[in-house]
Structure formats: structure tokens, C-alpha cells
């Protein structure tokens, strides 16, 4: 905050925007990489165009601030030792424990003492005052240890940090800096950043793609575990999207790109994350502002502890050192690193599943969620018809037959039964005479004999079916299949039932839904009610809600929140748009397909998969759950401290073992995230 209120303040700065969860300074206006530097000079800030930025990869014992800690332990062990072979007060030990202080202090003290000119109170002003007041009333030894442990938790703070943001500079690291892009007939290497739409990349086994793109020509496996966070490779083929940041795993690839870099799904994937790890959570707002108060009253206490006791008779010099112990102990850093810590390793955890969370607000709704309505189609059902049942005497011949005629209708239906065909290495023959008859079949010609094959009613309208053959076709409906029947010159042949097939893992996630205390589990569908319901009881679900238009699941969302409150909606991120956009959370299926999934939805399910639901809510109240634990850390342990004021046993060591303990606990506390798994 004290940075970008720095850089607001240059002139000809209109705005101006720091993410420090991905270590991102966005500026708007006439300034200079130098000017930014200098208005983050009090904390040594380094300032580079993002297009020059490398990561930091400095070896754990080669940082500046590891260095400084282990210079500072040494003085101060030697110091130790030589205040016990001669007294605290020997000049040699009192010279040992002020470099001590000054090596692992000088960049807290340049701080600390720039902030109190300028009546700007945080951590380093309420240290500087603490170890100043130590050196005056002859603290020496006490003085070195608090500076000591402040390193360390500086040090191991920075640490943590850099973990949790690793989450974002992994994803940055993802897509290739360069590809090799046909040009005429040359092949030539190319920066990402120069690649135009419409150039063709050659993408050979082994080698990561660079950019979204169509397959022009060729077949392999591509593993899209970084942009939807399943290991199994999805095979591509002419005419088959593909993301830029995937393996290419067998085959060689021709691919025409379709995006710029700026705009590919791993980018706009970084965005997001980037952007989510900035918004602040509910509690971490309610932090800030209690932090903001409480500051000026620790300081005001700390004042009081040291006045008002010698006033009645009490000794200056223990008062004024109680005094500086509440000032440390009140540090507010570890109440501050509470939430946001938390919430960049929770959404960077997940962004590495393939769940997109878009900020700490959508984290902790999910958490509160006790009801969740579906979309059905392409969400609990795979989205696209599959032949459910073939009955026939002779199934091949009858299939070859059928698929022939299917093979010239375009209708979905039609194909689902070729597609069904061509797995079962059945080949279409030719056809004579072909006609489609608009809304209830299609005939033709196949080796002479007259074929129909279409709607159960017109099939009955044109030939005797015998009555087994109907009640099995209305069972079949019932259970939400579309049945077609098949006459060759007037005589029945048998039928084909075609459905939307439930996804196999969707029975399984309502059951771990139900498990996690999701309450009720709803299905809002455009689909007919006979369809909907026999879906809804396969599935186990509460309630089932059919023939909806998308402004009628609309309403049936602010119902469920009337009702239950926190409500969450899971659909497509398309057709859908309103619900998500009216539940508590929206959350759009296969982000990784649709940009629309990606701008819409609060949270997008980037590898199409519903079993992410589960992680995703589980990751949620364990976050939820670490932040009340972090919260109850940081203020129990500076009670307790500063109850220890009554006794007068509390300490400036102890002090500082409470302020910098209670920030440790909380970071590596919130570190626990990493480890939540699908």
C-alpha cells in the first residue's frame, strides 16, 4: 500500500495498481522504470519492464537478506559468549552485539527511522523505536536477539512468499519463448511475440506448442496438464484445437495459429490467476481496516505502560522496557499476512489443478455454498447424443443399413448413429434415392430394397410394429432415450435408441457432493420433464427443474438463495450466462474450450471435468478454515504475551518471539495449502 500511495504521488502519474501476490506494478502515465525504483527505494524494491523480467532463482544461502541473518547470528553468539567470559556491560561484548544490531537491522533502521520522520507507523517504525529504546536504557544483548529473530522471519516470510507466488511464475514458464514457424519454404525460429495469426508453427515430438492454434495436418497425443490439469494426453488431429504451453507427445504437428500471444488461453489463464491473488477476500478487508486502528492503540498502550506505572512509584527503567516489549509484541504483520497468503496459495494451488478461481471473494463464497443447481446438458450429460441400445435380429447388417442412409442427414441424431457405426468398423453403402422428411425421417434406396428409418409415431403411421417392440420403445423414452425405428419395403427391422449419456464420473460427485454437506443438489434444463426426471433419479439428485428458458433459471437460482443462501451454479458459461451470473458462484464447465466460460463464470473448470467440484469446495473451507486459524494465532499469541505485562515477566525476546512466532505460524499455517490435492 505504502508503495503504490509512493507512486501515486509522482507527478504526472494518473494511476497506479501493485499486485504484490505476483509482483506486478502496473503505472499509468508519464514515468520512468527509475522514477517507480525510487518510490520504492525505502524497501530496496527492483523495478524491470515485465518483458525484461527474469524470475529470481538465487540459491537459498545466496540471498541478500539469508547473508545478512547469518552475519548477524554469528556476531551476536560471539557476543553472547563474550558477555558471559566477562559481563554485558565490556566494551567488547557491547561493540559485538552493535554490529550484530547493525548488520541485521541496517535496512529495518533506514526504514523505520524514515518512516517516524514522516509519522508513519507499520512493523519497522514500532521496531526501531523498540531496539533505540533498548540501546538507551542498556539492553545491548536483548537488543541483538530482536534484531536477530527479525532477520529470520524476514527472511523466512520472503521465503514463503516466493513460494506462493511460484504458482504464477510456473504458469509464466509454461509456453515456450520461441517456435519454429514455416515461411514460404523455409523454416525459420521465431520469438512467441512476433508470431502473427494465420502462421504456420511446426511442432515436433517432444517440443512444447507456442501458441493456440487449429491442426493444419498431422496426428499425436498433446498432454494439457498445464492449461487443464489432467495427465491424460487428449489425442488431436486435422481441424483439432490446441493451447499454447502443451507437450506434443508422438507425432509431428502442423499447426495454423489463431491467436496472438497476448490473447492465447495460457495468458489469459495468468491474467486471471494474477488478478484473483490481488482482489482482496471479505476478511482480508475487515484485517486491513481492524489493523489500521490497531496500530495507533498498541502504540498508545505501549506509551502508557511506560508512563503510568513510575508515575505511582515504579522503577523508570523496567516500565520503559515493558513498555518497548508491548510495542514489538503489538506488531500487527502477522494479523496482516493472515489472509492474503492464504488466499494466493489457495487460487495459485488450483490454478495448477486446472481450477480457475477469480479472486479470494468467489474462494471464500465457495466455502459457504449448502445448495447447487446444474445445467444438464454438457455438464452432468457428456452434451453430445451416443447410441444407447441397437435391437435387431441381424445388428451389423441392420447398422450398415441404417448408418447408409444416416450418412447423407446432417441432423445430430443421424451422425451419433454413423459415428456409432464407423467405432463398430461398419461401412456405409450407397444410396439411391435419398429424401429427408423434414421432422420425421429420412428414406433411400439401399441394394434394392426401399429403406425408412425415423420417429417411433411416423414409422407406426407407415407399417405394423408388433406391441413388445412398443412398450420397450416407450420404456426407452421414459428413460430418457430418442427411439427411431427402421422399416426395409414396409416389414419392421428393429430400432436404435439414442441419448445424451450421463458423464461416469457425475454419480460420484453428487455423492462426494453430499458427503461435503452440499445440502441440495438441483437440475435446471431446457430438456423435456420425461428426460430430465429419469436423468435426475439415476443421479440421486434433490429436485429436478425442466423445460426452463435461461431467464427461467434465472428465477429458479434467486429462489435457492432465498431459501439456502450461499447457492452455487455449474453450466457451460454460454447459455448459462444469466444463472451464473445471479448465483453466489458461478462455475463454467471446460474453460479451456470457451472464452465465453472464462469471462462469465466466477470459477471455470478448465479440463471439462466435475470431479474438480469437490477439490474446489474442499480447497475452499480449508482455506476459510487456516484463515480463522491464522486470525486466532496472531491475535492468542500477543494476548498472551501481553498478559505476561502484569507479572512484569514479559521480555523483549520473548515480545519478539510472539510477534515474529505468531507470523512464522501463520505463513507456514497457510503453506498447508499447497498440499490439497484432487
Partial sequence: MKFENNIKSLPNVDAAIVNFGASKVAVIGNVTVQDIEKAGAFDGIKVAPIKQRKEEKTAFFKRKENVVTAISFVFLVIGIIASFMYEETHPLAIGLFVIAIVVGGYDMFKSGLLNLSRFYFDMKTLMTIAIIGAAIIGEWREGAVVVFLFAVSEALEAYSMNKARQSISQLMDIAPPSATVRRGDHLVEVDTEFIQINDVLIVKPGQKIAMDGIVLKGASSVNQASITGEAVPAYKTTGDEVFAGTLNEEGSLEVKVTKRVEDTTIAKIIHL???????????????????????PVIIAIAFLVA???PL????????????????????????????????????GNAAKQGVLIKGGIHLEEIGRIRAIAFDKTGTLT????????????????????????????????AQAIVKYG????????????????TGKGAEGTVQGKKWSVGSVAWILSIITVPTKVIERTEQLQSEGNTVMLAAEDGQYKGFIAVADPIRTTSTKV????????????????????????????????????????PEQKLTAIKALKEKYGAVAMVGDGVNDAPALAAASVGIAMGGAGTDAALETADVALMADDLEKLPYTIRLSRKALHI?????????????????????????????????????LLVVLNSLRLLKVHK
Fill in 273 to 295: 490467476v494474477e488478478e484473483a491473488q490481488a482482489e482482496k477476500a471479505p476478511s482480508q478487508k475487515f484485517v486491513d481496516k481492524f489493523a489500521k486502528y490497531y496500530t
Fill in 307 to 309: 508512563i503510568v506505572p
Fill in 312 to 347: 505511582f512509584g515504579g522503577d523508570w527503567q523496567t516500565w520503559i522496557y515493558q513498555g518497548l516489549a508491548v510495542l514489538v509484541v503489538g506488531c500487527p504483520c502477522a494479523l496482516v499476512v493472515s489472509t492474503p497468503v492464504a488466499i494466493v496459495t489457495a487460487i
Fill in 382 to 413: 457428456k452434451g453430445y447424443p451416443e447410441v444407447t441400445v441397437v435391437e435387431s435380429e441381424h445388428p451389423n447388417d441392420f447398422i450398415q443399413k441404417v448408418m447408409s442412409i444416416e450418412a447423407y442427414s446432417q441432423h445430430p441424431l
Fill in 422 to 437: 464407423k467405432a463398430e468398423h461398419i461401412h456405409a453403402l450407397d444410396v439411391d434415392d435419398f429424401q429427408s422428411i
Fill in 510 to 549: 453428487l455423492e462426494q457432493l453430499k458427503v461435503a454437506g452440499i445440502k441440495h443438489t438441483v437440475m435446471l434444463t431446457g430438456d423435456d420433464t420425461r428426460t430430465a426426471n429419469a436423468i435426475a433419479a439415476k443421479l440421486g439428485m434433490s429436485d429436478v427443474e425442466a423445460g426452463l428458458m
Fill in 627 to 663: 484463515i480463522k486459524e491464522n486470525i486466532m494465532f496472531a491475535l492468542g499469541l500477543k494476548i498472551i504475551a501481553l498478559l505476561l505485562i502484569i507479572p512484569g515477566w514479559l521480555t523483549l525476546w520473548i515480545a519478539i518471539f510472539a510477534d515474529m512466532g505468531a507470523t
